[in-house]
T-cell receptor, first 112, second 116 residues
Framework: SQQGEEDPQALSIQEGENATMNCSYK?????LQWYRQNSGRGLVHLIL?????REKHSGRLRVTLDTSKKSSSLLITASRAADTASYFC????????????FGAGTRLFVKA | GAVVSQHPSRVICKSGTSVKIECRSL??????MFWYRQFPKQSLMLMAT?????????EQGVEKDKFLINHASLTLSTLTVTSAHPEDSSFYIC????????????FGPGTRLTVL
C-alpha cells in the first residue's frame, strides 16, 4: 500500500516560476527519493536524501526532509517547459530490504 | 549508472492468455527486485518483491497465483500475468536496488500491457 501523500495533486505554472511539491509519509524511513516520470514513460531518479539529512541540492532542485513531521518538499527553481512531468516521492522503508513505497505524485505542467 | 531493462516494452494480448515480462539488471547483480503496477494517471503500486532463490513476497491484495514471479538468476526476474483480463491492462515496472553506498534503486523502462 502507498504510504506517501503528495500535494498538490496537480500544479500549473509559467516558465521561469518556481514549483514546490510536498510529500508526507507514515513510517520510519531509511531515505526518501524523488523521481520524475514523463507521460507513459519510465522513472528518472532525481535526488536521494537520507534520513539524517535535512536539505539537499542538485542543480535547480532543492529537497528538504523533516523527519519529525514525516514530510519532504521538492523545489524546482526557474522551471522550464521540459520540466512538465509527474513527480513522485518514494520512501525506502527502514526494514533493511530496500522496499520502496511511492507517493501519489504531483502532475506538473509548465507553460511556455 | 546501473541499467535495468524490461522486455517487452509493449504487449497486446487476448483475454485469457498469459503474458511474461522480463526484468534484467544489465551490469549488476540483484538478489532482490521489485514489481510495480501503474494505472493511468496514478502512482506506482508495489505488487511484490522478487527474491533470488526463494519465493516472492506479495503485497496485500495481490494474487500470487495470477501474478507469477520467478527470480531465475541474480540478473533476471520474470512476472507472468496468467489468464489476463482487460482489468489487468496496466503499466508494469520493475526495479532493482543497487547495493552500493547510494542505496538507490534503478527502474526499468516499463511494460505497457493491453488485454483485449
Amino acid at each position: 500500500s502507498q504510504q506517501g501523500e503528495e500535494d498538490p495533486q496537480a500544479l500549473s505554472i509559467q516558465e521561469g516560476e518556481n514549483a514546490t511539491m510536498n510529500c508526507s509519509y507514515k513510517t520510519s524511513i531509511n531515505n526518501l527519493q524523488w523521481y520524475r516520470q514523463n507521460s507513459g514513460r519510465g522513472l528518472v531518479h532525481l535526488i536521494l536524501i537520507r534520513s539524517n539529512e535535512r536539505e539537499k541540492h542538485s542543480g535547480r532542485l532543492r529537497v528538504t526532509l523533516d523527519t519529525s513531521k514525516k514530510s519532504s518538499s521538492l523545489l524546482i527553481t526557474a522551471s522550464r517547459a521540459a520540466d512538465t512531468a509527474s513527480y513522485f516521492c518514494a520512501t525506502v522503508l527502514n526494514t533493511g530490504g530496500f522496499k520502496t513505497i511511492f507517493g501519489a505524485g504531483t502532475r506538473l505542467f509548465v507553460k511556455a | 549508472g546501473a541499467v535495468v531493462s524490461q522486455h517487452p516494452s509493449r504487449v497486446i494480448c487476448k483475454s485469457g492468455t498469459s503474458v511474461k515480462i522480463e526484468c534484467r539488471s544489465l551490469d549488476f547483480q540483484a538478489t532482490t527486485m521489485f514489481w510495480y503496477r501503474q494505472f493511468p494517471k496514478q502512482s506506482l503500486m508495489l505488487m511484490a518483491t522478487s527474491n533470488e532463490g526463494s519465493k516472492a513476497t506479495y503485497e496485500q491484495g495481490v494474487e500470487k497465483d495470477k501474478f507469477l514471479i520467478n527470480h531465475a538468476s541474480l540478473t533476471l526476474s520474470t512476472l507472468t500475468v496468467t489468464s489476463a483480463h482487460p482489468e489487468d491492462s496496466s503499466f508494469y515496472i520493475c526495479s532493482a536496488p543497487y547495493q552500493g553506498s547510494r542505496n538507490e534503486q534503478f527502474f526499468g523502462p516499463g511494460t505497457r500491457l493491453t488485454v483485449l
